[in-house]
């Protein structure tokens, strides 16, 4: 079956304009995350959605970070006004629940000129 | 911060050595998992040990988990150039709902 996917896989942005990235997890999967990883860092926690419960929104840097997940599977992180400091590797991953391994989406590559 | 922390930073062996990482993390965890990243893109997950498990093997890597100590180690024997890359520990406590990750170990493996 097919693993997890994320589109675009490079964006490229001027400041002060809004984007979206796209997750499709692997189907059946009740748990999403988003992650943020800047050049040579860790991964930075964003957000996360476990089934339908409320989604842990405790990462997001500011309230110009949004993520929306429509019916328990595609998952969509939007930031508005863009930075230049937004510019990072975003990485989307969905686990079967919510403490069992997680299977890692190839990433966005964001740049924000 | 929750987030744990590895060491060393960076490790350079020569090929067929043993590679060892270490990872420490905060609060009671569930379970911790290691991770391998190529090309700074999407991680692969290589092992997932429980917090009542001490060690777990799966082909050449070998993870032990000390609770007492709220650390852990991963330990690739026989290297080979094709390890080369970055291994992160993520850690997922009891409470919180999701997995930490730490800053990573950068492995090059020298042919």
């Known amino acids: 079956g097919a693993g997890v996917s994320q589109s675009p896989s490079n964006k490229v942005t001027e400041k002060g304009k809004d984007v979206e990235l796209r997750c499709d997890p692997i189907?059946?999967?009740?748990?999403l995350y988003w992650y943020r990883q800047s050049l040579g860092q860790g991964l930075e926690f964003l957000i996360y959605?476990?089934?339908?419960?409320?989604?842990?929104k405790s990462g997001l840097p500011s309230d110009r970070f949004s993520a929306e997940r429509t019916g328990g599977s595609v998952s969509t992180l939007t930031i508005q006004r863009t930075q230049q400091e937004d510019s990072a590797v975003y990485l989307c991953?969905?686990?079967?629940?919510?403490?069992?391994?997680?299977?890692f989406g190839p990433g966005t590559r964001l740049t924000v000129l | 911060s929750q987030q744990g922390e590895e060491d060393p930073q960076a490790l350079s062996i020569q090929e067929g050595e043993n590679a060892t990482m270490n990872c420490s993390y905060k609060t009671s965890i569930n379970n911790l998992q290691w991770y391998r990243q190529n090309s700074g893109r999407g991680l692969v997950h290589l092992i997932l040990i429980r917090s009542n498990e001490r060690e777990k093997h799966s082909g050449r890597l070998r993870v032990t988990l000390d609770t007492s100590k709220k650390s852990s180690s991963l330990l690739i024997t026989a290297s080979r150039a094709a390890d080369t890359a970055s291994y992160f520990c993520a850690s997922y406590y009891n409470q919180g709902g999701k997995l930490i990750f730490g800053q990573g170990t950068e492995l090059s493996v020298k042919p």
């Open positions: 189907s059946g999967h009740t748990a």
């Open positions: 991953a969905s686990s079967a629940d919510r403490d069992n391994e997680q299977f």
């Open positions: 959605f476990q089934g339908n419960s409320a989604p842990d």
